[in-house]
Every structure is written in structure tokens, then in C-alpha cells.
């Protein structure tokens, strides 16, 4: 009777609904890792655990962090005086900033101001490696054409990009 209601408690009382084998197996965990440290006097690791129960560690990893509670992204981690961080600064993106969200859109406006064979030239040689000879070719113009239509629309660019 008390194990189904240690059941009951993990399966109704989280903030997020989890299925209930996914309870059930944080239960066994739960269950082995204790066992395994009256056995050995020391905390089992995951892989011990899953061998244990004769699941993937992936799995126990899973179930473990479904019956943890959520953390709020604002929760503070650290205080110094009247500063403090929070989780949401721990976990910042420095790929996906907002100044390079800016860029790509004003590298997409650049780019499509521009007329349809310097936006072929362009993709030709910069996105399919071809050299300006290759790209002549395809077109039906020389490579000096090329060379000045493609150092025009570069130049258009970075006059849109970086405006003076």
C-alpha cells in the first residue's frame, strides 16, 4: 500500500504531466540507486543504474530528469550583493544573438535588391564553388563580365550592410 502511494504522489504531483512508464521507471531508479548505496556505501552512476534495471542509460537519464521540477529561466543561480544571475544568462546563445538575427535579415534585404543574374552569379560562386570561367559558361558572358557584375553586386552589399 505505501509503494502505490509513493506511485500515486510521483505520477499527480509534478508541475509537468510525464507518462506514467516514465514515472514508473524514475520509480525503479529511484529504488536501485538506493539499493546500491546500502550495498556499496556509495552512489551508483548511471550506467550502473541501467544495468541494474536493464534499460539504457539514455532512458534513466530521461526519467530522472521528468520527475525533477522545472526551473523557471529567471531563477536566480548566483547573488553578489544587489546583482544577480539568473539561469536564462547561463544559457545564452552567443551563435543566435540578436545582432546576428539583424545581420542575416539585412544581408537577406541586400541580397534581394540585387537583379536575378547577380543573385545566380553570386550563388554559383560562392554557394557552388565555381569559378568565374564556370560561371561565364553557364551564363553565356565572358569572365570579365562576370568578374565586374559579381564585384558590383558585392560592392552593393556591403554599401547596404555598412552604409557611410
Do not use: C
Request: avoid cysteine; charged fraction near 30%.
Amino acid at each position: 500500500m505505501i509503494s502505490g502511494e509513493i506511485r500515486r504522489y510521483l505520477r499527480d504531483n509534478s508541475a509537468l504531466r510525464v507518462s506514467r512508464s516514465l514515472r514508473d521507471l524514475a520509480y525503479r531508479v529511484m529504488q536501485a540507486k538506493e539499493a546500491y548505496l546500502n550495498e556499496h556505501q556509495r552512489e551508483p552512476d548511471m550506467d550502473q543504474v541501467a544495468k541494474m534495471l536493464g534499460v539504457e542509460p539514455g532512458d534513466v537519464v530521461m526519467a530522472m530528469d521528468a520527475i525533477s521540477d522545472p526551473v523557471s529561466l529567471f531563477e536566480p543561480v548566483y547573488s553578489d550583493g544587489g546583482e544577480s544571475v539568473s539561469v536564462m544568462d547561463q544559457i545564452g546563445d552567443s551563435k543566435n544573438t540578436d545582432a546576428a538575427w539583424l545581420e542575416r535579415i539585412a544581408l537577406t534585404e541586400a541580397v534581394d535588391k540585387l537583379g536575378e543574374r547577380e543573385k545566380k552569379i553570386l550563388s554559383m560562386r560562392f554557394f557552388d564553388g565555381r569559378t568565374q570561367v564556370e560561371v561565364a559558361a553557364a551564363i553565356g558572358i565572358s569572365q570579365a563580365q562576370v568578374s565586374r557584375l559579381e564585384k558590383n553586386a558585392v560592392g552593393q552589399i556591403k554599401k547596404a550592410l555598412f552604409p557611410t
